[in-house]
């Protein structure tokens, strides 16, 4: 089966991809909002941000899609709503998809719809959840021609992390990724690994399904370009972030630092350098610096995060 909807979502010139994540509300956890309360805000930076999707809800999809033009991005849609982001835990964990998820998606004209396949210590009834919902929507994405993401996350235990946090011991990423390609994915969304030097074993593993990975919490710019670096160079076909771009100080800027690094080949100091030109028009300042990711978000509120990182291993909290 072709699926002509991935021409709308991969760069015609590059071959990859930047999808940006705001499907965070669904989750039902209070920190995961902070920063993007106003979603007609929020879509209205993003498109003019440029980036090539925007993965949103069924409940919010129609603001990007009710924006006249040819050129705004794709839409990916979220299909899956799941209780595990908790600390602590409510007692009785779930996850279930949206039953007409794909005749919406179809009616909605996204360019794919993504799916979680959990790893969650102690909790095989998540993952079993999961698998249900990836066989169902896999029939109907057949069905209609509708791309599949799956998005393989490997936790780590509450016990351990205080709450689930992404595990990135490779050998767990690249199971589940396999499991994720078994069960059907056209699209593979992964954790990034502890190690990035390693992370060629899971585009292996992948075989010709592309991988893109996601963000997770919030970390400083000069470490998200050396992550987007890192594995487009283990041979990613894109990245979804999400709380790293809507929660930035300069949504615009770091977009554009990583569609140059995604699609011209940009290299880390280029990016950082796009970062602070931005900035500098924004501000009406000459430019300067360009690691700031103090978290003032798309929405213009402040976005102060848990989970912060400076080290990119891959352990930040959950959900790009």
Partial sequence: ?????????????????????VDHGFFGERSFITGIEDMDQVVR???DAGPDAVQLTIGQARRLQSIPGKQKPGLVLRTDIANVYGNPLD??????????????????????????LMELPGHPEVREANITSILELRREATKYGMP??????????????G??????????I????????ELGADLIKADPSDDLSEYGRVIEVAGDVPVLVRGGGRVDDR???????????????GIVYGRNIVQHENPAGITAALLAVLHEGASVEDGLGILAESAGRASGAPAGGGESGSGTSAAAGTGSESGTSGTGTG??????
């Avoid at 089966?1 to 930047?18: C, D, E, K, V």
């Avoid at 039953?99 to 719809?113: M, T």
């Avoid at 352990?315 to 790009?320: D, H, L, M, Y």
């Fill in 315 to 320: 352990t930040e909290a959950v959900s790009a």
């Fill in 223 to 237: 470490t998200l370009l050396e992550r987007t670096v890192a594995v487009l160079a283990a041979g990613a076909r």
């Fill in 45 to 47: 930076t993003l498109v």
């Fill in 91 to 116: 007692p009785v964990l779930f996850s279930r998809h949206v039953p007409h998820a794909i005749e919406e998606a179809v009616r909605l004209d996204a360019v794919a719809v993504c799916v979680n």
């Fill in 148 to 161: 599949l993401m799956v998005e393989p996350l490997v936790m780590q235990d509450n016990s351990v992390a």
């Fill in 163 to 172: 709450g689930y946090m992404v595990d990135g011991d490779i050998e767990k």
């Fill in 1 to 21: 089966m072709t699926l002509y909807r991935l021409n709308r979502l991969f760069n015609p010139r590059s071959g990859r991809a930047l999808d940006v994540a």
């Fill in 174 to 181: 690249v199971t589940l990724v396999r499991q994720g390609v």
